[in-house]
C-alpha cells in the first residue's frame, strides 16, 4: 500500500500555477538586508510576509508566512514561539530596536528547540525592505514558473500532433515532470507508459489511485498519494470510467499541476471513443432539419432520451476548457459560443472581451450532471428529444439564477402550484397583465423576483449597475400601477413571468 493518506479532488488541476514559494535561503542571500540566521533550519520556504506585535500573533496567521515583530508584548518567548509553530508559520523574523538592543537569548533558545528559523533583522533593514524582498524574490519565481508552464504547454501541444500522439504526449509529461506517466486501461493495466521506471509499489499504488476514479456519478476525477518514495497522482479522463493518466516523481512543483492538466485535456480528447452509428444518426437528424424538416420530425430520429441540456459559463480560459468540461460531464455533444442563450432566443453576450467561456451540452440519459470547479452550471429537467428547445430555456434560467446566487450548480425544479393552472388560460391572463413591459423590463423584473427583491444580486445576474436595476424596477411599478412590496402582487407577477 502507499504511503501516507490518498487525497481526491473533483477536477484536473487549475490551468494557472500558483505563486511558487521563496526558500529562505535566497533572501538570507540578499547582503542589502543584512539578515542573520540565529536559530533553526534555513530551508524553509516562504509563501508571504506578515507584521505583528500582538502578543499573541496565532488568530492572525494563516500558515507559511515569515513573522516580522520587535518584541513590543513578547512577555513569554517560549509561549510566543510555541504558538508561532502552532499556527504554522515558516519562520520569525525579530527586529532589534527601538524595544531590543540583541535578540532575547530566551526567544534564540525557544527557536531552536521548535525547529522555528529565527532571523535577526538589523536596525539599519526596515521591515519594509524584507517584505519588498520577499515579494520580489516571489514575483521572479513566478515569472519563472510560468515561463516553464508555458514551453511545456507547447511541447505537450507538439508531441500532440506527432503520429503517435498519445506515447508523445506521455514522453512530453514524463520529461517535464522528470519522473513518469502511465496510460492506465479501466482494468487497471498500463496500455501505455513513458519515462523512468518506478518501484512496484509505486506502480500498485498508481493503479489503487486510479481504481477510485469515476466509479461513480459525481466521484473524484483526481487522486493523489504517495508510494515507493514518490508522489503519485491519477486523473480519469473524459467523463470517467474510461482511462486514466498516472504520473509518479520525486518532487511536486506548483507548475505541475498546470502542466499535468493539460496533458489531462489533451489525452481526453486522444483518447475518446471514435465516432460511431449513434454520431452518424445525429448527424442524419441535422442535416434533415437544415433541408427543412420540422424539428419534431427530426428529433424522430434522435435516442428518445431522456436528455438534459446544460448552460455552462465561467473555465478557466485555455482553449480546452469547454473540451474539458464536455468530457467531464460525459457527452460530445457540445456547442461553444458568445452568449449561453436559449435555442431561439435573441440572446447576445454582455460585454465583449476576455469573457468567461459559454457552453452548451447535450447530456445522454447515462450521463449525470455534477458541479465542476471554475464554471456555473444550468441544467433542465430530463425532456425527450421533441422537447429540447423547452429542456433549452430551462437550463438558461436555471444559468442565470446559478450566476446570481454564486452557485456552482442550479437544476431546473417543476412547478408546483402553478403546474395546476390551464397553460393556455395562464399564458393569456400573463399576456395581459405584462403588456405594458418591454423584453428587457420584464427580464429585469423576472431576475429581480427570483432573487427576493435584491438590488444588488439583480445587478450581477443582469451584469448592469444597481441603480439601473432600481431604476427599471420602478419604470415596472409605473407601467404597472402595481405596489411591488405587496407579496400578493410579487407572486402574481412571478407566475405571469414564468407563464409559457
Known amino acids: 500500500m502507499y504511503e501516507g493518506s490518498m487525497t481526491t479532488s473533483p ?76 499556527a504554522g508559520a515558516a519562520a520569525l523574523a525579530f527586529g532589534v530596536t527601538p524595544v531590543y538592543d540583541t535578540v532575547p537569548a530566551e526567544l534564540v533558545e525557544a527557536c531552536a528547540l521548535r525547529g522555528l528559523p529565527l532571523l535577526e533583522v538589523p536596525p539599519r533593514t526596515p521591515f519594509t525592505a524584507v517584505a519588498r524582498a520577499v515579494w520580489r524574490l516571489m514575483s521572479e519565481a513566478r515569472l519563472h514558473e510560468l515561463r516553464r508552464v508555458t514551453e511545456a504547454q507547447r511541447s505537450l501541444a507538439t508531441a500532440a500532433a506527432r503520429p503517435a ?24 493495466t498500463e496500455s501505455a507508459a513513458a ?25 473524484p476525477a483526481s487522486a493523489g498519494g504517495e508510494g515507493g518514495g514518490l508522489r503519485l497522482a491519477a486523473y480519469a479522463l473524459g467523463g470517467g470510467g474510461g482511462p486514466a493518466l498516472g504520473v509518479a516523481a520525486e518532487r511536486r512543483d506548483p507548475g505541475d ?33 437544415l433541408l427543412g424538416a ?35 460531464l460525459g457527452t460530445t455533444l457540445m456547442a461553444s459560443g458568445t452568449g449561453a442563450e436559449p435555442l431561439g432566443e435573441a440572446g447576445a453576450a454582455r460585454g465583449s472581451g476576455a469573457a468567461p467561456a459559454s457552453v452548451r451540452l447535450l447530456l445522454p440519459p447515462s450521463s449525470s450532471v455534477t458541479a465542476r470547479p471554475g464554471w456555473f452550471l444550468g441544467a433542465s429537467a430530463p425532456a425527450g428529444a421533441a422537447d429540447l428547445p423547452a429542456a433549452d430555456a430551462q437550463a438558461a434560467r436555471a444559468l442565470r439564477r446559478a450566476e446570481a446566487t454564486r452557485s456552482a450548480l442550479v437544476r431546473h425544479r417543476p412547478s408546483g402550484l402553478a403546474s395546476l393552472v390551464d397553460p393556455d388560460e395562464a399564458a393569456a391572463h400573463a399576456r395581459t397583465l405584462l403588456a405594458p413591459l418591454n423584453e428587457p423590463l420584464r427580464e429585469t423584473l423576472r431576475a429581480w423576483l427570483s432573487l427576493h427583491g435584491s438590488w444588488d444580486r439583480t445587478a450581477v445576474a443582469l451584469d448592469v449597475h444597481r441603480n439601473t436595476v432600481r431604476q427599471r424596477i420602478t419604470r415596472c411599478a409605473t407601467l404597472l400601477d402595481r405596489d411591488l412590496d405587496d407579496p400578493d402582487v410579487r407572486m402574481e407577477l412571478w407566475f405571469a413571468l414564468r407563464a409559457p
Open 11 to 86: 477536477a484536473p488541476p487549475a490551468s494557472t500555477p500558483p505563486a511558487p514559494p521563496v526558500p529562505l535561503a535566497a533572501l538570507l542571500a540578499r547582503r542589502d538586508l543584512g539578515l542573520r540566521l540565529l536559530a533553526g533550519p534555513g530551508d524553509a520556504s516562504l509563501h508571504w510576509v506578515h507584521t505583528s506585535e500582538m502578543a499573541d500573533p496565532y488568530p492572525y496567521l494563516l500558515g507559511g508566512e515569515l513573522l516580522m515583530t520587535a518584541g513590543v508584548q513578547l512577555a513569554d518567548p517560549a509561549r510566543y514561539v510555541e504558538r508561532v509553530v502552532e
Open 294 to 328: 420540422s424539428p419534431a420530425e427530426a428529433a424522430a430520429a434522435l435516442d428518445p432520451g431522456p436528455w438534459t441540456v446544460v448552460h455552462a459559463r465561467g473555465g478557466d480560459g485555455t482553449p480546452f476548457a469547454a473540451a474539458d468540461l464536455a468530457a467531464s
Open 257 to 289: 499541476h498546470t502542466i499535468t492538466g493539460v496533458a489531462v485535456v489533451l489525452l481526453s480528447l486522444l483518447t475518446a471513443p471514435h465516432r460511431g452509428a449513434d454520431a452518424a444518426v445525429r448527424d442524419a437528424a441535422l442535416v434533415r432539419l
Open 195 to 219: 519515462g523512468r521506471e518506478v518501484p512496484a509499489e509505486a506502480s500498485r499504488a498508481l493503479r489503487e489511485l486510479a481504481g477510485v476514479l469515476g466509479r461513480r456519478p459525481g466521484g
Open 165 to 188: 500522439p498519445v506515447p508523445a504526449v506521455l514522453g512530453a509529461l514524463a520529461a517535464r515532470l522528470g519522473g513518469r506517466a502511465v496510460l492506465l486501461a479501466p482494468d487497471g
